[in-house]
């Protein structure tokens, strides 16, 4: 056992029997590569990270490559997950350096935490161009020992370089209809008309962009940015992407058409495409996007939710493939043989057919990944969905990929939010349930009295380390969507703590925004990323959460600080929307308004319900809902709103207009 043994990240226990003598990050590994005159070896990765396992395997569990990590370094492991400050600071340095960036991540740093030598993946022996891992431990000892005045101008180099960079966030003003015109149209040049999706391979799942071209649709009626939306979304549910008997999206798909996945299953992934889909049946009714947001949605509580009601950050990719070896995709590929094994022939031929399993497969080693090429007809619906049942009951009998069962509170944000608005659009109380028992955790356990946020938790145990700013926007953005489906004003006003220490504790010149506090461990570089990657950024997450909260409250400062966030946008968004999807999101709902709407009436009224479920159907962008009782003190909107001639009634506000109450709900539809 290394020092890695009593840490709460999956991540780091992966590590904790390795021969490498392990740090965790802290002031005491870096006290002690002072104490020995040796460098840091620093590797970052997460524990769904396939090429990160590989590594290990190869080169951490190797004794004799140990033996020189230990002798001429000292190492220090972090879970990307739980420090994300830690993986953006030296993220951008390796990107600057060589140009590419991923996990694993190797840097090598001074004592005082300088990087001076970068890399990814290192393979045992030499390959396909790249040195060894042993080479290149024997060329950074090599380089300290014999050149460390050139090691120390290399290292302050970069560290300079790197707080020399500012941040142009693009001038005065928030975007408008221009800029977002010049999104749409930067995204249709980039937009993949045979396959759905944006760019080549890998093709990741564009969930922020996908929610800005709906968005867009709902505001200006484009039918472009709604193509452009459904195509993609009925191209990755029917693609090889997505769990066709289990529900749920891997990471991102190898090729261009969505066949075949990096098989991992991210929280943050499926808790944003969750979403995307139920917002795309509100817009079309499409049985296809009502089908996947739920089986999504039952996907993340089957899968994924803890026995303290929160949500697990990831699925593995890798899994025992039957022969004692861990295969990517083990548990999710099939043969033709396989498929006869469980189904006998008449029917898994007919499975062959209906999943696009092949003889020569889609996969590796004659396997298929399953997709969905067409939709089963009315007259074989029955004995297809009897085929799903057998085929993924004896898919529960393979190895499981290992979970990684450490709760994020950013990612946990993102999961009550597309559980509570699933739950309400398709009368699925459960899932709202399973919302609220995740919100409760994270008061409970991640948040101190003061309402500062706790990253992670695991078996109902706080980490030890910070919130960061997505943390702060993104529970605040689920505590939101909770409240509006609920109609309890209280978590409105958690999501006021925590979007009031955005403002004291995250907020830079010029209405930007950093990554971590004003009073966090101060790294070589305070992180401040706007660009959406594989989530919202903090810097676009809170300015969504904070024009919600305005919207709510009409409190001027959070507006003013979501506006100033917006900035960025108007530089970003015309070239490059497919990096700040979030963030132009985020605008349409500011353009819009956002809408504030006020449902007044008895819980028990039906007319009351029809109001409120109207209102909950509203496609306007960032539309934001209060209901309760008239003058209630549970939201701010309810106050001064009176019943009409004693009976429910929906009050609808734009742009600090107020539009006559209605009580009939189609007059209601119209307005939204």
């Not at 780091?12 to 740090?23: F, K, S, T």
């Not at 090598?108 to 022996?125: K, M, N, Q, R, V």
Request: glycine share 10%; charged share 25%.
């Amino acid at each position: 056992m290394n020092r890695l043994a009593g840490m709460t990240s999956p991540y780091l226990l992966q590590h904790a029997d390795n021969p490498v003598d392990w740090w965790p990050w802290g002031p005491e590994a870096f006290e002690e590569a002072k104490r020995r005159d040796v460098p840091v070896l620093l590797s970052v990765g997460y524990s769904a990270c396939h090429w990160c396992h590989v590594m290990a395997h190869e080169s951490f569990e190797d004794d004799a490559t140990a033996a020189l990590v230990n002798e001429n370094f000292v190492a220090v492991k972090v879970d990307r997950e739980e420090r994300p400050d830690v993986d953006a600071v030296y993220m951008e340095a390796v990107q600057a350096a060589t140009g590419q960036g991923g996990w694993p991540m190797t840097v090598f740093l001074t004592p005082d935490a300088a990087p001076f030598y970068f890399g990814t993946y290192f393979p045992p022996e030499p390959r396909h161009g790249m040195p060894s891992f042993p080479e290149v431990l024997e060329g950074v000892k090599g380089a300290w020992a014999d050149r460390r005045d050139e090691v120390g101008e290399v290292a302050e180099r970069i560290v300079k370089d790197l707080a020399g960079r500012s941040l142009a966030y693009g001038g005065d003003g928030v975007p408008g209809e221009e800029e977002l015109a010049q999104a749409l149209l930067g995204l249709t040049r980039e937009y993949d008309a045979t396959r759905g999706g944006f760019g080549g391979a890998p093709k990741f799942p564009p969930s922020m962009t996908l929610e800005f071209l709906l968005r867009h649709h709902a505001r200006t009626g484009s039918e472009g940015a709604l193509q452009m939306a459904a195509d993609t979304c009925e191209a990755m549910a029917r693609g090889g992407i997505y769990d066709q008997l289990g529900g749920g999206f891997a990471r991102y798909a190898v090729d261009r058409a969505w066949v075949v996945p990096h098989f991992e299953k991210m929280l943050y992934d499926n808790a944003l495409l969750c979403r995307v889909y139920a917002h795309l049946w509100k817009a079309t009714g499409s049985d296809l996007a009502r089908r996947v947001a739920l089986e999504t949605a039952d996907f993340l509580v089957r899968e994924l939710r803890t026995p303290e009601g929160g949500f697990a950050s990831a699925l593995d990719a890798d899994s025992d493939d039957g022969t004692g070896r861990h295969v990517e995709g083990a548990y999710y590929a099939w043969t033709p043989d396989q498929l006869t094994e469980v189904l006998g022939a008449e029917d898994a031929a007919l499975a062959a057919a209906h999943y696009g399993v092949t003889e020569g497969g889609t996969f590796e080693h004659g396997s298929s990944v399953l997709q969905l090429p067409q939709e089963a007809g009315p007259a074989d619906a029955d004995r297809i969905a009897s085929i799903a049942a057998r085929l993924l009951a004896a898919r529960e009998e393979r190895e499981r990929p290992g979970r990684d069962d450490k709760v994020v509170a950013a990612w946990n944000g993102l999961a009550i939010a597309a559980l509570a608005e699933t739950g309400a659009l398709f009368d699925r109380p459960d899932l709202v349930e399973r919302a609220t028992e995740a919100a409760d955790l994270l008061v409970r356990v991640h948040m101190d009295e003061s309402a500062r946020l706790t990253r992670t938790s695991k078996d109902g145990r706080a980490g030890t380390n910070d919130g960061v700013l997505e943390d702060y926007a993104d529970v605040a953005e689920g505590f939101l969507a909770l409240a509006a489906v609920t109609g309890e004003g209280a978590w409105l006003d958690f999501a006021g703590f925590l979007l009031d220490l955005v403002l004291d504790r995250f907020t830079a010149e010029g209405g930007a925004f950093y990554d971590t506090a004003h009073d966090a461990e101060a790294l070589i570089r305070r992180p401040q990323d706007p660009t959406d990657n594989a989530a919202p950024s903090g810097w676009t997450a809170a300015a969504g959460a904070l024009l919600s909260y305005a919207a709510h409250t009409g409190s001027d400062a959070h507006r003013a600080a979501a506006e100033g966030g917006l900035g960025v946008v108007k530089a970003l968004g015309p070239r490059a929307p497919r990096f700040i999807g979030w963030g132009l999101a985020v605008s349409e709902a500011l353009l819009d308004g956002p809408r504030e709407i006020a449902v007044v009436g008895a819980s028990g009224d039906a007319v009351f319900q029809e109001l409120r479920r109207t209102a909950l159907l509203a496609t306007a962008p960032g539309a934001v809902l209060a209901s309760g009782a008239p003058d209630s003190e549970e939201f701010p909107l309810l106050k001064d709103r009176p019943l009409v001639a004693g009976g429910p009634a929906a009050y609808v506000c734009r742009h600090f207009t107020c539009d006559a109450p209605v009580t009939d709900p189609e007059a209601l539809r119209r307005k939204l």
